[in-house]
C-alpha cells in the first residue's frame, strides 16, 4: 500500500509543543502510532518520552498543535469517551492500600457504566476476561498491597484491560521489577498485542528489551523523534551514540534474533587468550 493511500492512525500527534509551567519539553513534534503494533519509545532521561505519552493520553494539554483520537482532537472528547478508547498505566499508579485485587481490576469499568453505576453481566465479564489474560484470578481476594511487584502490575494492566480499549498506553511498566518479572510482563504485552490485537505504546528504557519486544520504535532525545521503525530497521551503532552518548556494538540477539546492544564502555578491554590449560590469560 502507497504511503498516500495508507489510512491514518487511530492515536497521534500532530506538531505538538509540550511543557509544563513554561518549560518547553517537545517542540514541533509529531507521531502517528501504528495500528495494531506494540509500539516501544525510548530515549535518555528527561528526553521527553513521558511528557509525550500523557499528551497522548489526555493528561497534558499541548502549548501548540493537537493530539487526535480518532479522527477528532482528543480535547473534544468527553473523559468517559476517552476511556473506553483508550487505556493508560501510568508510571506510579497508586491505590488505597487496603483494597482487594478483584475490586480494583473492577475499577476499569467506570467508562462504560451507567450514571447510576449498576453492575451487569458485560461488567462481570470484561473483570473475568481480564484477570484471566493476566493470570491473577487466584488474587482476586487478596489486598494489593500484599503482592509481590510484578504482580501489583498485572493488576494494574488487568484493570485497564477490563476498559476493553483498543489503545493501551503504559509508562515505564518494569520500574522497580526484578529481570525474572521484567520479563513475564513483557511477555504478557507482546500477548496481548499478538492475540489480542490491542494496540500497545510502552515507555521502556532498556535498549535491549525494547529491541526484542517492539514491532515499533521510537527513539527521542531532547524532545524531538530522532527515529523511528523496526527495531531491526534502525538500530545501530550510530544511533545508539546519537541518542544515548553511548559507543557500543550491535550484535544479533542469539533467542530472538533481534538486535542487540553491548556497551563498549570508556574501558580498553583486552581479549581474552586461552592457552593450553585452558585457563585464560590476557583479561584486561
Not at 492512525?9 to 513554561?22: D, I, N, P, Q
Not at 467508562?111 to 462481570?124: K, V
Not at 465479564?125 to 489474560?133: D, K, L
Not at 521510537?218 to 530497521?233: K, L, N, T
Request: charge should be neutral.
Amino acid at each position: 500500500m502507497s504511503p498516500e493511500n495508507t489510512p491514518p492512525s487511530r492515536l497521534g500527534a500532530e506538531h505538538v509543543t509540550l511543557g509544563y509551567a513554561k518549560k518547553i519539553i517537545a517542540r514541533d513534534l509529531s507521531l502517528s502510532i501504528p495500528d495494531g503494533e506494540l509500539t516501544v519509545i525510548i530515549g535518555p532521561n528527561a528526553c521527553g518520552k513521558s511528557t509525550l505519552l500523557r499528551a497522548l493520553a489526555r493528561l497534558l494539554r499541548p502549548e501548540q498543535g493537537q493530539v487526535r483520537l480518532d479522527g477528532r482532537e482528543i480535547s473534544h472528547y468527553r473523559t468517559k469517551e476517552v476511556a473506553r478508547r483508550l487505556g493508560l498505566l501510568p508510571q506510579n499508579p497508586t491505590a488505597p492500600g487496603d483494597i482487594l485485587v478483584g475490586d480494583l481490576v473492577a475499577r476499569g469499568r467506570y467508562p462504560h457504566q451507567s450514571p447510576l453505576g449498576r453492575w451487569n453481566a458485560r461488567d462481570e465479564a470484561a473483570v473475568r476476561h481480564a484477570m484471566r489474560a493476566t493470570g491473577i484470578e487466584a488474587l482476586e481476594r487478596l489486598p494489593v498491597d500484599t503482592l509481590s511487584g510484578g504482580q501489583r502490575q498485572r493488576v494494574w494492566i488487568a484493570m485497564a484491560l477490563a476498559q476493553q480499549t483498543p489503545l493501551l498506553l503504559l509508562d515505564e511498566p518494569t520500574t522497580w521489577l526484578d529481570i525474572a518479572h521484567q520479563i513475564d510482563l513483557l511477555e504478557l504485552l507482546r500477548h496481548l498485542n499478538r492475540r489480542d490485537g490491542h494496540t500497545l505504546v510502552v515507555v521502556l528504557h532498556d535498549l535491549n528489551h525494547a529491541c526484542r519486544y517492539a514491532t515499533h520504535l521510537v527513539a527521542m532525545r531532547e524532545g524531538a523523534i530522532v527515529a523511528q521503525g523496526a527495531p531491526a530497521d534502525i538500530v545501530t551503532a550510530e544511533l545508539v551514540e546519537q541518542v544515548f552518548g553511548l559507543r557500543c556494538v550491535i550484535i544479533e540477539d542469539p533467542v530472538a534474533h533481534t538486535p542487540m546492544v553491548v556497551p563498549l564502555g570508556r574501558e580498553k578491554y583486552q581479549p581474552l587468550v586461552f592457552p593450553v590449560d585452558g585457563a585464560p590469560k590476557g583479561a584486561g
